[in-house]
């Protein structure tokens, strides 16, 4: 540190740039006549060479002062000599230069060099959050891995987080976000999820304990073409970038694209609208690669696909008005889950079946999941309720995924103790 | 379908009372009771809490009956809406807004509000609030029993200077339909007046979108 302060100095001298090294900024607050007097005292002295950040305004106004190094000595002896009180707001006016200048190239670069630095309470681009993903493996290799479970239809990877402390084929709880990709807090939750379990293991607390004995799996961008597609083109796109043949039209629902009651009443059979649920079941690869993985896995016990927005806790049916088997504990359930995520900043969520709460949707994620045996298989619908819909602001990203957060921990805290 | 009709009774009365300065939004939907009437429709009987955004701490209770007519589709639902009690005086907001853009030179023209991160500058609120007008009118005169329309964004807007006291803005507004989840581009135009208040004097519907 010396060296390189040293180093500085010695380049601005030779380049004639103005450095800092050991300035001082000195806070007076004058409370009396008196005391203001021999602060503006200080203002006449110009072999001092003062530079006030903050000049005397009147009494009980503070007065900021940056000292160069050699004026220190007089400057103090002024004021304690009349009896003025000052505090010492910045120590070395250097250091805080040079500590700007390395955070302004780290931002100009727009990498984060650590998951801490990362800012979670912005929406970050597909390159951003995969770079996270690699900080977070990297940072804790004992605890993350990232999986790739396919290929997207632009030949995007998909990448899956897997948080495990051991075992071999755990119970596991599924996590995915970003499905449809204009519902941008849903990923940007998703990567404050991966960060707070990390936080949680590291504290031995939260979800630590649920990872005694099970894995969570986080697919963060399970739609990436499409997230890129609304980062480039169209805020507004919601479907994947599939073409298929017979249609100039693009994309297909990723959320009537599997294979329960597919093809049925509540999704579309038309290529040009946002529910179209395309040529077969699983025509998806980032609906197939979920599929495959689910199947070879085959212990996952609880499965929840976060969506906005609404503000609802759903689960299966939405193909079918008949009520899944286990409707009374999942209706209970979800009554626990929301209970815990308005208790943080009080938002209401609704809960219910698919169809009874929102509408018949045919080919959804957790109607399939359900139907392959994974009981507690939920949807959320995150915030608001309207008002931004799928703009919603950038500060409301860690409020959302913190409340978000406390229904996920009930739910996957049920799995672990009702073990099926 | 209770919360349909709500958005339709919202959508009506952001048309009628809302303004530059006023953002009303559903809190609850407290009683829905609907009623179904042979050869006439059905009319759904609704109990409403809201609030004005911009005064939180107050909540306005609110009765509406909306009726949707049965088979023919190219007609509005019928709406009423009772306000119990008083909306916050938006005057002074309203007046200072219309003073502002009549006397800019040139005529207000933006896009993207919100932008994809969510932001409104502060100077363009109210231009929203008054989008939300629009699309209030818009959402009441083209629901039926089967949508229920959000305002998205507003895609663009553009200002029309007029030689009457009237403000006069172009927009195209974003309505996001739930039940299809299609996004609408919209074109409509809003006529403002401080006493007034606003109407809609001309929308057309554009196709959702193109082929991607």
């Known amino acids: ?191 404050w999820f991966a960060k707070k379990i990390v936080q949680d293991h590291s504290n031995n607390e939260g979800v630590a304990s649920i990872l005694k004995t099970m894995d969570i799996f986080l697919e963060i961008v399970t739609n990436p073409d499409g997230f890129a597609f609304t980062q480039t083109s169209n805020r507004m796109w919601r479907k994947t970038r599939s073409k298929h043949s017979g249609s100039i039209c693009i994309g ?42 689910v199947k070879s896995h085959g212990n996952i016990k609880a ?58 949707a045919s080919g959804g994620t957790i109607d399939w999941t359900y139907n392959q045996g994974i009981k507690y298989s939920f949807t959320f619908e995150l915030r608001d309720t309207g008002r931004y819909g799928f703009l919603l602001p950038a500060k409301q990203i860690v409020p959302t995924a913190e409340e978000t957060w406390l229904a996920l921990k009930v739910i996957m805290e049920h799995a672990r103790d009702n073990m099926y | 379908p209770a919360a349909r009709a709500a958005a339709v009774a919202l959508g009506y009365l952001r048309y009628l009372r809302g303004g530059p300065g006023r953002a009303l939004e559903l809190r609850a939907l407290r009683r829905a009771r609907r009623q179904d009437i042979d050869d006439v429709g059905h009319k759904y009987y609704l109990e409403l809490e809201l609030e004005d955004v911009l005064d939180k701490d107050r909540t306005v209770n609110c009765t509406a009956e909306v009726l949707y007519h049965l088979g023919n589709k190219s007609s509005a639902p019928d709406v009423q809406v009772t306000v119990q009690g008083e909306l916050r005086s938006t005057e002074e907001a309203d007046q200072e807004f219309y003073n502002r853009i009549r006397s800019l030179e040139k005529e207000l023209v933006a896009e993207n509000i919100p932008d994809s991160h969510g932001n409104v500058p502060p100077e363009l609120e109210p231009i929203r609030l008054l989008a939300g007008v629009a699309s209030g009118y818009l959402i009441w005169q083209n629901s039926t029993e089967n949508t229920k329309f959000h305002l998205a964004q507003v895609k663009r807007v553009k200002q029309v200077k007029r030689s009457d006291e009237d403000l006069q803005f172009d927009y195209v507004v974003l309505l996001h339909e739930m039940v299809s989840q299609e996004v609408i581009p919209w074109e409509v135009t809003v006529l403002w007046h401080p006493r007034r208040g606003g109407r809609v004097s001309r929308d057309r519907r554009q196709p959702p979108h193109g082929p991607g």
């Open chain 1, 1 to 191: 540190m010396r060296l390189s302060v040293l180093l500085a100095a010695l380049v601005a001298v030779a380049t004639c740039t103005e450095t800092f090294v050991g300035h001082q900024v000195l806070r007076v607050v004058p409370k009396s006549d008196e005391e203001l007097l021999k602060v503006q005292e200080l203002q006449g002295l110009e072999h001092l060479q003062l530079d006030f950040w903050l000049a005397p305004r009147g009494l009980g106004f503070p007065v900021d002062i940056r000292v160069p190094f050699r004026s220190l000595q007089p400057v103090k002896a002024h004021l304690e000599a009349s009896g003025v009180s000052y505090s010492i707001m910045i120590e070395d006016v250097q250091a805080l230069v040079d500590e700007e200048q390395t955070e302004m190239l780290r931002s100009s670069r727009q990498l984060p060099l650590t998951t801490n630095t990362f800012n979670y309470e912005a929406y970050h681009t597909l390159d951003e959050i995969y770079n996270f993903m690699d900080m977070l493996v990297a940072e804790n290799p004992n605890l993350v891995s990232k999986l790739e479970i396919g290929r997207s239809t632009e030949n995007r990877p998909l990448y899956v987080l897997k948080f495990s402390t051991g075992g071999t084929n755990r119970p596991a709880v599924w996590i995915d976000t970003g499905i449809h990709s204009r519902e941008w807090v849903t990923q940007a939750s998703g990567v």
């Open chain 1, 252 to 293: 297909v629902d990723p959320n009537r694209n599997w294979d329960a009651g597919f093809g049925e009443a509540g999704a579309s059979s038309n290529p040009c609208t946002e529910t179209y649920h395309g040529p077969y079941a699983n025509s998806e690869p980032e609906v197939k690669s979920i599929v495959d993985f």
């Open chain 1, 303 to 360: 499965f929840v696909s976060i969506h906005s927005y609404s503000q609802l806790l759903l689960y299966p049916y939405g193909y079918t008005e008949t009520p899944v088997p286990d409707q009374k504990e999942l209706h209970e359930l979800s009554a626990k889950a929301v209970a815990a995520l308005s208790s943080l900043y009080g938002t209401n969520y609704k809960y219910g079946s698919i169809i009874t709460t929102i509408y018949r």
